[in-house]
């Protein structure tokens, strides 16, 4: 509130003598291909195929937000250096969608190094590549009304929530990074409440606190419980009524998908904040924008 | 073989000191108004030996005994020359004092070392005094003369954006420099929202700045130090003083002696801005008599000193300044809403200064330093039953100062000069302090107003300006400094070296070393110099920040005075905080710590500098090529950039004309090179349908790709300034000026940001805010 007036007052007594125009800012800009790709699997098991897009980037003046697909590209993806896949086109979407698919299920080994690689006329070639994490199984338990929360956003008082506990065993070894993501169609709120937690860091000073996401999705990385068997709670209002249910993706992901996951949750969070400090999406594409990242994960439908 | 002579040199001394010797020691004041004189030069020909007055004009000089006659020679810019022959009996020591006249014209009007010590003979490096006379004739903002502004047009040192006080020195921000007015600190030196300084001139005596080679006894910032002294006011007969009318504010200043055996005297200057007399009537009108809003500051120097004896004298000094913004809602004439907003700064100082002998000079300072930020709103409404309830909030934050200090000067032979001290501040931190109170709802009812952190500060110093031969001189000290945090005790042992050695009369090389530490922060990630940037302590987790400062180079005075040095410095620095990616200052609800990460900085570059003091025309031309970069473990990917304002080039040039007697013209032109700011360079498509990993409900279709933190570079702000000043003497003898100013004088649309913008068609735009364009201001002041 006090900011607020005092920046309108700012802005009014600057106004007084602002003036204002249009600049051309001058940038030089080539198109490049944009990859934004992951791994999918259709059986829940452990082996995947590859859906995303290849479009093109544009200059941030272009105006509009539809990006022009990459026709006629060759998209190989090779497996320690080995070719494994070359994507295809999927006749259905890719008119409005940009979408290359893999052309086979592929086993996808934890800890191999998967690289992609896109030509297309016109453009540089460019390559990403990624390590897919190993497997790891998570027991999901839920427990309606388990805990009170005070979530400021929902009400002042205590908000009844159900828990949702994961169990999973860290690998030994590597550093590992997590992401569960939670949704429902019939969610009553978006919010998604982590309960303290010293093991695990979420960038704050205190990591001990209870701590309200927005987003529904939660990730961390293993710094201070590797090796160990770790449980997670996880906690969201309450439902009443028999048809809802929540569906759970545990992930079990690469660094890349981390630091790109991390940072544009905080782009998302910071759009149209024009105070704050500006949010560099991570990527790991040469040549090129975008992520080509790695998991692996399970699905669960609770309740 | 020259060393050999140096040794010799400083071996001849020490027999020296077995011989019988004498001190002559005393101040040096002006004739006219018997203010003490600093930084005054005492010569001894017959010694071939000098030295300077301290700050209070006192000097010393202890000299072997060769016979009854000694020949001093005192000399102070802007002032007659004095030599005079001094009997000597039996070789006792003397205590006398000097009174040098002034000039009436100051010749020495540009920015010129105050003391009359040529650049090249001090072994001080890195910085510069300012003359107020100069400050007060160059052409300024709206016709308002401000001290800040003035060292923006020094090499090295950098002005935040258009028309801000901030000063950014040597790759520093805005929250390393210490700025002391009286040798207190003064925590936010800003009126309007960084427009105008807080520093009235018609109350200030000097200004130096120092941008490296710092001397032992400053600390507690890492980039510059900038000095103001308050004028003493002058021991004449009558009240004497001067008034000035502007288009922002009048001011007046008023002095006098104290007592009736020029023991003593006091000096008052107030300022007051009358935005609010235009504003306030507009905002009636406006919404038909409903609401009424407006904004002033106001200012108030008052100072105070007595001589109680020969050898004791004291001074009190005040500051007191404040700026408010308010607006009022109305209903059938009854006031039902407020909302205020103010801010100041109040400085006070008392000090005691007592002669130990005839070579030691004694300091006791307690100082008082506060700096408040308050928001204030209040309201009246009726309920469903036609209760009459109010509700008030009161958030505040305040950070204030208790220190106490000794500093003694040693003149213990003319060679070495030492100086030494000792104090504690007691810092108590208010921050974003919240009252609630509500008549119908006991609940809200708050109170952590009383919440505050107190920290204390311990430092301690000793240098010694050593003279070990005629060509080699040398400022070596150190200053020790404690910091208490919850579960740390930070210290700091800061080594400084300055090192002059002469090549010819006319021509010295300079080197320094300076290791600096810095307890507190300032938080803010806006460059307008808003009152919310709120001065936290170091925590146990945020580290004290740190600088090792090294710098070269060459002074020289031409035949005809004209002086002229280069600089070569690099500085680095240590835990320097900055805005992780997607902060806000604005976000409360996050703590302070987990908005910022601790990084390095490196700063290096080439300043020279050239000045004309004397004749009818006289300036200074500064050109500074500087390369300031930032680096830190996550923010930009931990990639280095540059600060925000990395400045390639920064050249200045001030010029001053005397047209004829009574008429003076000035000029100024600035060019920078523009600053860096974070700019999106292209956009791309977001992921589509990672299933599990985003969620379909926050989904953006792009995204602006910035490829590193502050990648663009702004353009080059350039501005030329003008002014003239009349002068006319009245028939009662009162000094009448008229000052016609013209800001911008081109009118060049310089940019304050950039940002990008969507037109109506939905493609991105760019937009450029410029502030000011061409300004004309005028100002009147006399002076009785």
């Known amino acids: 509130m006090k900011n607020k007036r005092i920046l309108i007052f700012v802005i009014i007594v600057l106004g007084i003598s602002a003036c204002k125009k249009t600049v051309t800012v001058n940038i030089p800009h080539s198109s490049m291909i944009t990859i934004n790709y992951s791994n999918f699997t259709k059986d829940g098991g452990n082996t995947y195929y590859l859906d995303g897009s290849l479009k093109e980037s544009k200059r941030i003046s272009e105006g509009s937000i539809e990006f022009s697909n990459i026709y006629n590209a060759t998209a190989l993806v090779y497996e320690n250096g080995v070719l494994v896949d070359s994507l295809i086109t999927d006749p259905y979407t890719f008119q409005y969608s940009g979408k290359y698919l893999s052309n086979k299920f592929n086993h996808y080994t934890g800890l191999k190094t998967y690289k992609m690689v896109v030509s297309a006329s016109g453009y540089k070639s460019a390559t990403a590549e990624d390590i897919m994490p190993s497997q790891v199984p998570f027991t999901i338990t839920l427990k309606s009304n388990a805990k009170k929360f005070v979530i400021p956003e929902v009400s002042s008082s205590p908000t009844s929530c159900d828990q949702i506990e994961i169990t999973f065993t860290d690998p030994v070894a590597t550093n590992d990074y997590y992401s569960f993501n939670l949704s429902s169609l019939s969610l009553k709120t978006g919010f998604l409440i982590f309960d303290a937690d010293a093991e695990i860091d979420l960038g704050k000073s205190e990591p001990g606190t209870v701590t309200v996401l927005k987003y529904g999705t939660v990730f961390y990385q293993d710094k201070n419980f590797n090796g160990k068997q770790k449980t997670v709670q996880l906690y969201v209002p309450s439902q009443s009524g028999e048809d809802y249910k929540y569906i759970l993706n545990s992930n079990h992901i690469s660094k890349n998908l981390y630091k790109y996951q991390r940072s544009y949750i905080n782009y998302q969070r910071t759009l149209g904040d024009p105070y704050s400090e500006p949010v560099l999406v991570y990527s790991n594409v040469n040549n090129g924008a975008g992520i080509f990242a790695l998991r692996q994960y399970q699905t669960d439908t609770l309740r | ?784």
């Open chain 2, 1 to 784: 073989m020259k060393v050999c002579v140096s040794v010799l040199s400083i071996l001849i001394f020490q027999l020296e000191s077995y011989s019988q010797k004498f001190t002559i020691s005393g101040y040096l004041k002006d004739k006219k108004t018997s203010e003490r004189l600093a930084g005054a030069s005492i010569a001894l020909p017959q010694y071939n030996i000098g030295t300077a007055s301290n700050n209070f004009g006192f000097y010393s000089v202890t000299v072997p005994y060769r016979g009854d006659s000694l020949i001093i020679e005192l000399s102070y810019s802007g002032y007659e020359k004095v030599r005079d022959t001094i009997f000597i009996s039996n070789g006792q020591s003397i205590q006398k004092d000097f009174s040098l006249s002034s000039k009436g014209d100051l010749q020495a009007v540009v920015v010129t070392a105050q003391r009359l010590q040529k650049i090249e003979t001090s072994s001080q490096m890195s910085s510069i005094s300012m003359p107020i006379e100069l400050i007060k004739k160059m052409p300024s903002f709206l016709g308002e003369p401000d001290v800040m502004k003035a060292l923006q047009f020094l090499p090295g040192v950098q002005g935040g954006n258009e028309g801000q006080t901030g000063i950014y020195v040597r790759g520093g921000g805005p929250d390393q420099n210490l700025i002391l007015l009286d040798g207190v600190p003064v925590y936010n030196a800003s009126h309007v929202y960084g427009f105008f300084s807080v520093f009235n001139t018609d109350a200030i005596s000097s200004v130096e700045l120092y941008k490296g080679g710092f001397p032992a006894r400053f600390g507690g910032r890492l980039s510059s130090i900038v000095d103001i002294r308050m004028k003493e006011g002058a021991k004449t007969k009558g009240v004497h003083g001067t008034a000035s009318l502007g288009l922002v504010s009048s001011k007046f200043m008023l002095e006098g002696a104290l007592g009736n055996k020029n023991k003593g005297s006091w000096l008052v200057s107030a300022r007051r801005s009358y935005i609010d007399a235009i504003l306030t009537p507009l905002s009636k009108l406006n919404s038909g008599g409903t609401n009424s809003n407006g904004y002033y500051f106001w200012d108030l120097n008052v100072k105070t000193n007595y001589e109680l004896g020969v050898k004791d004298h004291i001074y009190l000094s005040a500051y007191m300044g404040k700026d408010k913004f308010f607006d009022k809602g109305f209903e059938n004439k009854k006031q039902v809403f407020s909302a205020n907003i103010d801010w100041g700064n109040i400085t006070g100082m008392a000090r005691w200064n007592h002669q130990f002998g005839n070579k030691v000079f004694g300091n006791l300072s307690a100082t008082y330093s506060q700096y408040q930020f308050n928001v204030a709103n209040s309201m009246l409404a009726k309920d469903s039953t036609g209760q009459l309830n109010s509700f008030s909030s009161l958030n505040r934050s305040k950070i204030r100062d208790f220190g106490l200090k000794y500093d003694l000067d040693i003149y213990n032979n003319p060679y070495h000069t030492i100086k030494m001290g000792a104090g504690v501040t007691f810092h108590t931190f208010t921050p974003n302090a919240v009252a609630l109170k509500s008549s119908s709802l006991p609940s809200v009812n708050t109170d952590t107003t009383f919440n505050v952190s107190q920290v204390p500060e311990i430092d301690s110093y000793i240098e010694d300006d050593i003279s070990f031969s005629k060509k080699l001189k040398a400022n070596i000290g150190v200053h020790f400094s404690g910091f208490k945090t919850p579960n740390h005790f930070y210290t700091s042992l800061q080594p400084r070296v300055s090192v002059r050695y002469l090549i010819k009369p006319t021509w010295s090389i300079k080197a320094s070393y300076s290791n600096m530490a810095q307890y507190i922060e300032l938080l803010s990630n806006s460059s307008v110099g808003l009152p919310t940037d709120l001065w936290v302590p170091i925590t146990d987790k945020i580290k004290p920040q740190t600088s090792d400062q090294f710098a070269l180079g060459v002074a020289h005075t031409t035949d005809k005075g004209y002086e002229f040095s280069v600089e070569a410095y690099y500085k680095t620095m240590k835990n320097v905080i900055e805005y992780k990616d997607g902060t806000s200052y604005l976000n409360k609800n996050q703590s302070w710590e987990d908005m910022v990460e601790m990084g390095k900085g490196w700063s290096y570059g080439l300043e020279t500098f050239f000045q004309k003091k004397y004749g009818r025309l006289t300036g200074l031309v500064g050109y500074t090529l500087s390369f300031n970069n930032r680096k830190f473990p996550t923010i930009n990917e931990g990639r280095v950039f540059p600060y925000k304002y990395d400045r390639r080039h920064d050249f200045k040039i001030a010029v001053l004309y005397k047209l004829r007697k009574n008429i003076d013209l000035s000029a100024n032109w600035v060019f920078e090179t523009g600053n860096s700011i974070s700019m999106p360079d292209y956009q791309y498509s977001s992921p589509v349908g990672i299933q599990g990993i985003y969620d379909w409900s926050t989904y953006i279709g792009y995204i602006f790709h910035y490829g590193s933190r502050n990648n663009y570079r702004m353009p080059s702000y350039h501005r030329l300034d003008l002014a003239v000043n009349f002068h006319k003497t009245t028939k009662r003898g009162f000094e009448r000026t008229w000052t016609f100013g013209l800001y911008n004088a081109y009118n060049r649309a310089n940019p304050y940001f950039i940002y990008p913008s969507n037109n109506s068609n939905g493609h991105t735009i760019f937009v450029q805010e410029s502030l000011f364009p061409i300004i004309p201001s005028i100002g009147y002041s006399l002076k009785f």
